[in-house]
Protein backbone atom coordinates (compact mmCIF):
# COMPACT_ATOMS: atom_id res chain seq x y z
CA UNK A 1 0.00 0.00 0.00
CA UNK A 2 1.41 3.19 -1.40
CA UNK A 3 0.83 6.61 0.82
CA UNK A 4 1.05 9.90 -0.27
CA UNK A 5 2.82 12.36 2.26
CA UNK A 6 1.90 15.58 1.80
CA UNK A 7 5.08 17.73 2.73
CA UNK A 8 4.44 21.54 4.09
CA UNK A 9 4.86 23.52 1.30
CA UNK A 10 1.83 21.89 -0.43
CA UNK A 11 -0.41 22.33 3.08
CA UNK A 12 0.75 26.22 3.16
CA UNK A 13 -0.25 26.72 -0.85
CA UNK A 14 -3.56 24.93 -0.37
CA UNK A 15 -4.33 26.38 3.19
CA UNK A 16 -4.75 30.16 2.51
CA UNK A 17 -6.57 31.87 4.99
CA UNK A 18 -9.86 33.09 3.85
CA UNK A 19 -10.27 29.47 2.34
CA UNK A 20 -9.12 27.71 6.01
CA UNK A 21 -10.91 29.99 8.63
CA UNK A 22 -14.25 29.85 6.69
CA UNK A 23 -13.42 25.65 6.42
CA UNK A 24 -13.38 26.14 10.23
CA UNK A 25 -16.19 27.81 10.44
CA UNK A 26 -18.29 25.69 8.82
CA UNK A 27 -17.08 22.56 10.27
CA UNK A 28 -18.03 23.75 13.45
CA UNK A 29 -21.81 24.02 12.36
CA UNK A 30 -21.58 20.34 12.37
CA UNK A 31 -21.95 17.73 15.20
CA UNK A 32 -18.70 17.78 17.22
CA UNK A 33 -16.49 14.52 16.38
CA UNK A 34 -15.49 12.15 19.10
CA UNK A 35 -11.81 12.65 20.30
CA UNK A 36 -9.33 11.41 22.31
CA UNK A 37 -5.73 12.02 23.76
CA UNK A 38 -3.44 10.75 25.46
CA UNK A 39 -0.08 11.58 26.35
CA UNK A 40 3.10 10.67 27.87
CA UNK A 41 5.69 12.65 29.76
CA UNK A 42 8.76 12.45 30.49
CA UNK A 43 9.87 14.93 33.13
CA UNK A 44 13.30 16.45 34.32
CA UNK A 45 13.72 18.79 37.85
CA UNK A 46 14.95 21.74 35.59
CA UNK A 47 13.48 22.30 33.12
CA UNK A 48 10.15 21.43 31.51
CA UNK A 49 9.29 18.01 30.39
CA UNK A 50 9.58 16.42 26.98
CA UNK A 51 5.93 15.26 25.96
CA UNK A 52 4.79 12.65 23.01
CA UNK A 53 0.96 12.89 22.59
CA UNK A 54 -1.30 10.89 20.31
CA UNK A 55 -4.98 12.90 19.54
CA UNK A 56 -7.57 11.11 17.21
CA UNK A 57 -10.49 12.61 16.13
CA UNK A 58 -13.24 10.39 14.14
CA UNK A 59 -16.47 11.74 12.68
CA UNK A 60 -18.41 8.24 12.01
CA UNK A 61 -18.68 7.77 8.37
CA UNK A 62 -17.13 11.07 7.46
CA UNK A 63 -13.24 11.96 8.43
CA UNK A 64 -10.60 10.01 10.46
CA UNK A 65 -7.27 11.11 11.71
CA UNK A 66 -4.67 10.91 14.07
CA UNK A 67 -1.91 13.26 15.10
CA UNK A 68 1.78 12.04 16.56
CA UNK A 69 2.99 15.40 18.15
CA UNK A 70 6.22 15.41 20.51
CA UNK A 71 7.57 18.07 22.53
CA UNK A 72 11.07 18.49 23.41
CA UNK A 73 11.86 21.73 24.82
CA UNK A 74 15.59 21.81 24.79
CA UNK A 75 15.87 20.69 21.44
CA UNK A 76 16.34 24.26 19.88
CA UNK A 77 19.80 24.56 22.66
CA UNK A 78 20.77 20.94 22.43
CA UNK A 79 19.99 19.91 18.68
CA UNK A 80 19.12 23.08 16.75
CA UNK A 81 15.84 21.79 16.09
CA UNK A 82 12.19 22.51 16.68
CA UNK A 83 10.86 22.18 19.99
CA UNK A 84 7.45 20.47 18.20
CA UNK A 85 7.61 17.88 15.53
CA UNK A 86 4.63 16.15 14.52
CA UNK A 87 2.62 14.19 11.24
CA UNK A 88 -0.36 13.32 10.25
CA UNK A 89 -2.36 10.49 9.51
CA UNK A 90 -5.86 10.73 7.90
CA UNK A 91 -7.67 7.39 7.26
CA UNK A 92 -9.89 6.04 5.22
CA UNK A 93 -13.32 6.39 7.52
CA UNK A 94 -15.26 3.36 5.95
CA UNK A 95 -12.71 0.92 5.74
CA UNK A 96 -9.88 2.04 8.47
CA UNK A 97 -7.04 1.60 5.85
CA UNK A 98 -4.70 4.80 5.84
CA UNK A 99 -5.13 7.67 2.80
CA UNK A 100 -2.40 9.90 3.83
CA UNK A 101 0.70 11.40 5.95
CA UNK A 102 0.62 14.89 6.27
CA UNK A 103 3.19 17.30 7.51
CA UNK A 104 2.35 17.88 11.18
CA UNK A 105 4.28 20.95 11.83
CA UNK A 106 2.70 22.59 8.92
CA UNK A 107 -0.65 21.34 9.36
CA UNK A 108 -0.57 22.48 13.34
CA UNK A 109 0.92 26.69 12.53
CA UNK A 110 -2.20 26.63 9.77
CA UNK A 111 -4.91 24.70 12.26
CA UNK A 112 -3.75 26.74 15.36
CA UNK A 113 -3.44 30.44 13.50
CA UNK A 114 -7.06 29.81 11.50
CA UNK A 115 -8.82 28.92 15.09
CA UNK A 116 -7.58 31.68 16.71
CA UNK A 117 -8.21 33.83 14.01
CA UNK A 118 -11.84 32.21 14.05
CA UNK A 119 -12.25 32.80 17.52
CA UNK A 120 -10.85 36.79 16.83
CA UNK A 121 -13.47 37.24 13.92
CA UNK A 122 -16.25 35.49 16.44
CA UNK A 123 -15.16 37.85 19.35
CA UNK A 124 -12.88 41.21 18.70
CA UNK A 125 -14.32 44.41 17.24
CA UNK A 126 -14.94 44.94 13.87
CA UNK A 127 -12.61 48.43 13.96
CA UNK A 128 -9.25 47.05 15.43
CA UNK A 129 -6.77 48.52 14.53
CA UNK A 130 -3.90 47.55 16.95
CA UNK A 131 -2.54 44.01 17.48
CA UNK A 132 -0.52 43.49 19.97
CA UNK A 133 1.26 39.93 19.97
CA UNK A 134 3.34 38.51 22.57
CA UNK A 135 6.26 35.42 21.47
CA UNK A 136 8.16 35.33 18.05
CA UNK A 137 8.34 31.88 17.87
CA UNK A 138 8.12 29.90 14.82
CA UNK A 139 3.72 30.10 15.57
CA UNK A 140 3.96 34.04 15.42
CA UNK A 141 3.90 34.82 12.05
CA UNK A 142 0.98 32.41 11.04
CA UNK A 143 -0.83 33.82 13.89
CA UNK A 144 -0.74 37.51 12.79
CA UNK A 145 -1.09 36.38 8.76
CA UNK A 146 -4.38 34.90 10.18
CA UNK A 147 -5.27 37.75 12.02
CA UNK A 148 -4.64 40.34 9.37
CA UNK A 149 -6.89 38.14 7.04
CA UNK A 150 -9.92 38.35 9.66
CA UNK A 151 -8.96 42.06 10.36
CA UNK A 152 -7.81 43.38 7.31
CA UNK A 153 -7.82 46.91 8.88
CA UNK A 154 -5.23 46.23 11.49
CA UNK A 155 -2.93 49.02 10.78
CA UNK A 156 0.22 48.66 13.22
CA UNK A 157 1.36 44.82 15.48
CA UNK A 158 3.85 45.16 17.97
CA UNK A 159 5.63 42.05 19.29
CA UNK A 160 6.99 41.27 22.28
CA UNK A 161 9.36 38.53 23.21
CA UNK A 162 11.25 37.83 26.15
CA UNK A 163 14.24 38.14 24.01
CA UNK A 164 13.79 41.68 22.11
CA UNK A 165 16.18 40.55 19.18
CA UNK A 166 14.06 37.49 18.23
CA UNK A 167 11.11 40.08 18.51
CA UNK A 168 13.37 42.78 16.11
CA UNK A 169 13.52 39.99 13.34
CA UNK A 170 10.09 38.94 13.19
CA UNK A 171 8.81 42.49 12.85
CA UNK A 172 11.84 43.19 10.46
CA UNK A 173 11.06 40.12 8.48
CA UNK A 174 6.95 40.52 8.21
CA UNK A 175 6.66 44.68 8.02
CA UNK A 176 5.19 45.97 4.57
CA UNK A 177 3.42 49.10 4.12
CA UNK A 178 -0.68 48.04 4.57
CA UNK A 179 0.95 47.63 8.31
CA UNK A 180 3.48 48.42 10.39
CA UNK A 181 5.37 45.83 12.15
CA UNK A 182 7.00 46.96 16.02
CA UNK A 183 8.96 45.32 18.17
CA UNK A 184 8.89 46.28 21.68
CA UNK A 185 10.10 45.84 25.08
CA UNK A 186 7.77 46.94 27.31
CA UNK A 187 4.47 44.67 27.62
CA UNK A 188 2.54 46.30 29.89
CA UNK A 189 2.45 49.53 27.69
CA UNK A 190 1.35 47.30 24.49
CA UNK A 191 -1.39 45.92 26.68
CA UNK A 192 -3.34 49.32 27.50
CA UNK A 193 -2.42 49.98 23.74
CA UNK A 194 -3.95 47.12 21.82
CA UNK A 195 -7.18 46.41 20.47
CA UNK A 196 -6.34 42.92 19.87
CA UNK A 197 -3.85 40.76 22.71
CA UNK A 198 -2.74 37.61 21.34
CA UNK A 199 -0.27 35.33 23.42
CA UNK A 200 1.24 32.18 22.35
CA UNK A 201 4.07 31.41 24.63
CA UNK A 202 5.85 28.69 26.84
CA UNK A 203 5.00 31.08 29.67
CA UNK A 204 4.38 29.21 33.41
CA UNK A 205 3.65 32.30 34.96
CA UNK A 206 0.78 35.11 33.55
CA UNK A 207 1.83 37.44 31.54
CA UNK A 208 -1.48 39.17 30.33
CA UNK A 209 -2.80 40.91 33.22
CA UNK A 210 -6.59 41.60 33.31
CA UNK A 211 -6.43 44.78 34.77
CA UNK A 212 -4.01 46.25 32.14
CA UNK A 213 -6.17 46.04 28.76
CA UNK A 214 -8.22 48.76 27.76
CA UNK A 215 -12.25 48.41 27.56
CA UNK A 216 -13.36 46.23 24.80
CA UNK A 217 -10.17 44.58 23.93
CA UNK A 218 -9.64 41.13 22.63
CA UNK A 219 -7.49 38.66 24.51
CA UNK A 220 -6.60 35.24 22.60
CA UNK A 221 -4.56 32.89 24.61
CA UNK A 222 -2.82 30.37 22.68
CA UNK A 223 -0.25 28.90 25.38
CA UNK A 224 -0.72 26.89 28.46
CA UNK A 225 -1.03 23.60 27.02
CA UNK A 226 -0.35 21.60 30.03
CA UNK A 227 -1.54 21.69 33.68
CA UNK A 228 1.83 24.16 35.17
CA UNK A 229 1.61 26.95 32.33
CA UNK A 230 -0.39 30.10 32.19
CA UNK A 231 -0.46 32.82 30.38
CA UNK A 232 -3.42 35.10 31.66
CA UNK A 233 -3.79 36.15 35.24
CA UNK A 234 -6.95 35.90 37.72
CA UNK A 235 -8.00 39.52 37.25
CA UNK A 236 -8.25 38.82 33.22
CA UNK A 237 -10.54 35.63 34.23
CA UNK A 238 -12.35 37.52 36.37
CA UNK A 239 -13.09 40.60 34.10
CA UNK A 240 -13.30 38.88 30.83
CA UNK A 241 -16.51 37.10 28.99
CA UNK A 242 -14.58 33.87 28.55
CA UNK A 243 -15.27 31.65 25.47
CA UNK A 244 -12.93 28.74 23.97
CA UNK A 245 -12.44 26.68 21.20
CA UNK A 246 -14.33 23.41 23.05
CA UNK A 247 -16.15 23.11 26.25
CA UNK A 248 -14.90 19.92 27.03
CA UNK A 249 -11.31 21.32 27.04
CA UNK A 250 -11.91 23.83 29.68
CA UNK A 251 -10.07 21.79 32.90
CA UNK A 252 -7.56 20.38 30.59
CA UNK A 253 -5.34 23.55 30.06
CA UNK A 254 -3.35 25.72 32.32
CA UNK A 255 -5.05 28.59 31.72
CA UNK A 256 -8.45 27.17 33.60
CA UNK A 257 -7.19 24.52 35.32
CA UNK A 258 -6.31 26.11 38.33
CA UNK A 259 -8.60 28.59 38.11
CA UNK A 260 -11.30 25.97 38.59
CA UNK A 261 -9.97 24.44 41.07
CA UNK A 262 -9.71 26.84 43.56
CA UNK A 263 -13.23 28.17 42.53
CA UNK A 264 -11.89 31.50 40.72
CA UNK A 265 -14.08 30.58 37.94
CA UNK A 266 -16.98 27.89 37.20
CA UNK A 267 -17.85 25.82 34.35
CA UNK A 268 -20.85 28.76 34.07
CA UNK A 269 -18.74 31.49 33.51
CA UNK A 270 -17.98 30.08 30.00
CA UNK A 271 -20.02 31.89 27.40
CA UNK A 272 -19.67 29.63 24.37
CA UNK A 273 -17.45 28.04 22.58
CA UNK A 274 -16.82 27.92 18.66
CA UNK A 275 -19.53 25.32 17.96
CA UNK A 276 -21.83 27.54 19.69
CA UNK A 277 -20.69 30.88 18.34
CA UNK A 278 -20.52 29.26 14.83
CA UNK A 279 -23.88 29.09 14.61
CA UNK A 280 -24.89 31.81 16.83
CA UNK A 281 -22.33 34.90 14.97
CA UNK A 282 -20.64 37.25 16.70
CA UNK A 283 -20.21 37.64 20.25
CA UNK A 284 -18.78 41.05 20.60
CA UNK A 285 -19.98 42.81 23.17
CA UNK A 286 -17.88 45.97 24.26
CA UNK A 287 -16.66 44.06 27.13
CA UNK A 288 -13.16 42.25 27.39
CA UNK A 289 -13.64 38.96 25.28
CA UNK A 290 -11.14 36.21 26.00
CA UNK A 291 -10.57 33.12 23.42
CA UNK A 292 -8.62 30.18 24.67
CA UNK A 293 -7.39 28.50 21.72
CA UNK A 294 -6.93 25.25 23.92
CA UNK A 295 -6.54 22.73 20.68
CA UNK A 296 -8.51 19.85 21.09
CA UNK A 297 -7.96 16.75 18.54
CA UNK A 298 -11.38 17.92 16.02
CA UNK A 299 -9.49 20.82 14.90
CA UNK A 300 -6.34 19.07 13.69
CA UNK A 301 -8.88 16.73 11.49
CA UNK A 302 -10.92 19.86 10.47
CA UNK A 303 -7.79 21.38 9.01
CA UNK A 304 -6.37 18.04 7.57
CA UNK A 305 -10.28 17.54 5.88
CA UNK A 306 -9.46 20.97 3.93
CA UNK A 307 -6.11 19.90 2.93
CA UNK A 308 -7.68 16.42 1.28
CA UNK A 309 -10.39 18.15 -0.17
CA UNK A 310 -8.22 20.41 -2.53
CA UNK A 311 -5.74 17.97 -2.86
CA UNK A 312 -5.95 15.37 -5.53
Not at 34 to 57: H, K, V
Not at 112 to 136: E, F, H, W
Not at 219 to 245: C, H, K, Q, S, W
Amino acid sequence: MKLDFIDADIIHSLLDWSYLVTSMRQAHCEVPPIIGRLALESPYPDRQSDMLIIAPAWIPGQDLGCKLITSFPDNIARHGIPTVNSIYTIFDPQTGRPRAILDGEALIFRKTAATSALGADLLASRDAKRMVMLGAGALAPYVIEAMRAVRPGLEEVRIWNRTFEKAEQLAQRLGDSDCTMTAVQDREAALKWADIIVSATMSETPIVTGNTMREGAHVNLIGAFTPVMREGDDALLTRADLYLDYRPMAARNGEFYDALERGLITESDFLGDLFELSKSGSASSGQVTLFKNAGAAHLDLFTARAVMARYS
